[in-house]
Nanobody, 127 residues
Framework: QVQLVESGGGLVQAGGSLRLSCVAS????????MGWFRQAPGKEREFVAT????????YSADSLKGRFTVSRDNAKNTVYLQMNGLEPEDTAVYYC????????????????????WGQGTQVTVSS
């Protein structure tokens, strides 16, 4: 069992930045691929970013145009999502998710591949 707790959400003006954190507990963190997803009201949960257990393989959704960056600190059991150039369209609840144990290069863009989910953190971007 893996427990995930997100933090760092809030209200920010368009063009601003936020850094989300997700702390994991319960298993060897480096054995787990991590993902970030988001869900806006009335929309499906969509992929944002993923990172492998080693941190050496990472990918963010093309639609984000390089504004978001995923990273992790295995010593702190934490995965981060740095969000820059925020737009009102980024308003959503952001979730982190874990899948494992998997090879240290493994990543996944599909929400169906992830076993464990956090409770989410709200990000609101005002225009």
């Amino acid at each position: 069992q893996v427990q995930l707790v997100e933090s760092g959400g809030g209200l920010v003006q368009a063009g601003g930045s936020l850094r989300l954190s997700c702390v994991a507990s319960g298993r060897t963190f480096s054995n787990y691929a991590m993902g970030w997803f988001r869900q806006a009201p009335g929309k499906e949960r969509e992929f944002v970013a993923t990172i492998s257990g080693s941190g050496g393989n990472a990918y963010s959704a093309d639609s984000l145009k390089g504004r978001f960056t995923v990273s992790r600190d295995n010593a702190k059991n934490t995965v981060y999502l740095q969000m820059n150039g925020l737009e009102p369209e980024d308003t959503a609840v952001y979730y982190c998710a874990a899948r494992g144990p998997r090879p240290n290069w493994y990543i996944s863009l599909s929400r169906n591949d992830y076993t464990y989910w956090g409770q989410g953190t709200q990000v609101t971007v005002s225009s």
